[in-house]
C-alpha cells in the first residue's frame, strides 16, 4: 500500500471512530450525521446537519485534506489532539500540518509547515 492510499484510510478511520463515538447525537434524531470522504480530491469532513426544535444545526467538526503528501487539519471542533492520533497511528509529524493555524506559526509547532 502506498502512502497516499495509507494516509487515506488513517483519515477514514479517524473521522469515523470520532463520529461513532458521538454521545450528543443519539439524543437528537432530527440532526444527521454526515461523513464526506471525497477521495478524489482528498477532502474529509464530519458534519451534523439538521433541526433542533426551530433552530437549524449545521456545523463541521472535523475536516482534513491530504495535500501533496500530507495531511492537513483545516478544522477541530472535538477536544481531542487529532495531529496526536495521527502520529499514534503511524503518521511521521512533517506529514502532519496544522491548517488551522497562521502559516506564521506553523514553524513553531512540531509540525509540517506545508
Given at each position: 500500500?502506498?502512502?497516499?492510499?495509507?494516509?487515506?484510510?488513517?483519515?477514514?478511520?479517524?473521522i469515523?471512530?470520532?463520529?461513532?463515538s458521538d454521545?450528543?447525537?443519539?439524543?437528537?434524531?432530527?440532526?444527521e450525521?454526515?461523513?464526506?470522504?471525497?477521495?478524489?480530491?482528498?477532502?474529509?469532513?464530519?458534519?451534523?446537519?439538521?433541526?433542533?426544535?426551530?433552530?437549524r444545526?449545521y456545523?463541521?467538526f472535523?475536516?482534513?485534506?491530504?495535500?501533496?503528501?500530507?495531511?492537513?487539519?483545516?478544522?477541530?471542533?472535538?477536544?481531542?489532539?487529532l495531529?496526536a492520533?495521527?502520529?499514534?497511528?503511524?503518521?511521521?509529524?512533517e506529514d502532519i500540518?496544522?491548517?488551522?493555524h497562521a502559516?506564521?506559526k506553523?514553524?513553531?509547532?512540531?509540525?509540517g509547515?506545508?
Amino acid at each position: 500500500m502506498d502512502k497516499l492510499e495509507k494516509y487515506r484510510e488513517y483519515v477514514e478511520q479517524l473521522i469515523t471512530g470520532y463520529a461513532n463515538s458521538d454521545q450528543d447525537r443519539k439524543d437528537r434524531k432530527d440532526v444527521e450525521v454526515q461523513l464526506i470522504m471525497d477521495t478524489v480530491r482528498d477532502h474529509y469532513q464530519w458534519m451534523n446537519v439538521g433541526w433542533e426544535g426551530f433552530k437549524r444545526v449545521y456545523n463541521c467538526f472535523i475536516h482534513l485534506d491530504i495535500k501533496d503528501g500530507k495531511i492537513w487539519i483545516q478544522q477541530n471542533w472535538t477536544e481531542d489532539d487529532l495531529a496526536a492520533d495521527l502520529v499514534k497511528m503511524g503518521v511521521p509529524k512533517e506529514d502532519i500540518v496544522l491548517g488551522l493555524h497562521a502559516p506564521y506559526k506553523r514553524p513553531y509547532t512540531d509540525y509540517g509547515v506545508a
